[in-house]
T-cell receptor, first 117, second 114 residues
Framework: DTGVSQDPRHKITKRGQNVTFRCDPI?????LYWYRQTLGQGPEFLTY????????KSRLLSDRFSAERPKGSFSTLEIQRTEQGDSAMYLC???????????????FGQGTRLTVV | AQSVTQPDIHITVSEGASLELRCNYS??????LFWYVQSPGQGLQLLLK??????LVQGIKGFEAEFKRSQSSFNLRKPSVHWSDAAEYFC????????????FGSGTRLSIRP
């Protein structure tokens, strides 16, 4: 297993277009996170899944954003009708939650850099 | 809800000098704490973590951090920095709960003076 992988690494799109990003977590990890990072800032939490269930969504995640993890393995993050303000690095991470639900460290992918022009 | 504050936006130290990056967290219960490092255009790499037990934790690349519950702090230290340590450093906090997520601070950019 080579870690968390994200595809594509870079995406340039015109304002108003839809984009979809994919994340493949570490295979045995049951928890998957999406974060957004803008220049000079720390990663901002967007949402996370435990297996296929989406447990929490940040208020940052507007109606134009949707995330899925249909079989509890890979995940997709779709942004509809992109805006220039969506330009950012989108980071995916995975972790293995314990039997009691407690979390552990998250392992991050390289990210997808989105530029909306 | 948990939160993390990194009060120093940018720090410059000379190569070979010691380093301390500050981190304060806010959370009502026992947190678990992390330091991550990010090089330009890259993802985040875990340097070290604290879950429980010894409050002084050792990490990779010669880094260590100390959890001080009374000060709600988890400062990162290194006795002698190398030019390759120049990067962005993020402190993060997670929670012991079934609805766990990890929240990051805004980061401290470390520059190394030759």
């Amino acid at each position: 297993d080579t870690g968390v992988s994200q595809d594509p690494r870079h995406k340039i799109t015109k304002r108003g277009q839809n984009v979809t990003f994919r994340c493949d977590p570490i295979s045995e990890h049951n928890r998957l996170y999406w974060y957004r990072q803008t220049l000079g800032q720390g990663p901002e939490f967007l949402t996370y899944f435990q297996n296929e269930a989406q447990l929490e969504k940040s208020r940052l995640l507007s109606d134009r954003f949707s995330a899925e993890r249909p079989k509890g393995s890979f995940s997709t993050l779709e942004i509809q009708r992109t805006e220039q303000g969506d330009s950012a690095m989108y980071l995916c991470a995975s972790s293995l939650a314990g039997l009691g639900g407690e979390g552990t460290e998250a392992f991050f992918g390289q990210g997808t850099r989105l530029t909306v022009v | 809800a948990q939160s993390v504050t990194q009060p120093d936006i940018h720090i410059t130290v000379s190569e070979g000098a010691s380093l301390e990056l500050r981190c304060n967290y806010s959370y009502g219960a026992t947190p678990y704490l992390f330091w991550y490092v990010q090089s330009p255009g890259q993802g985040l790499q875990l340097l070290l973590k604290y879950f429980s037990g010894d409050t002084l934790v050792q990490g990779i690349k010669g880094f260590e951090a100390e959890f001080k519950r009374s000060q709600s702090s988890f400062n990162l230290r290194k006795p002698s920095v190398h030019w390759s340590d120049a990067a962005e450093y993020f402190c993060a906090v997670g929670t012991w709960s079934s609805a766990s997520k990890i929240i990051f601070g805004s980061g401290t950019r470390l520059s190394i003076r030759p």
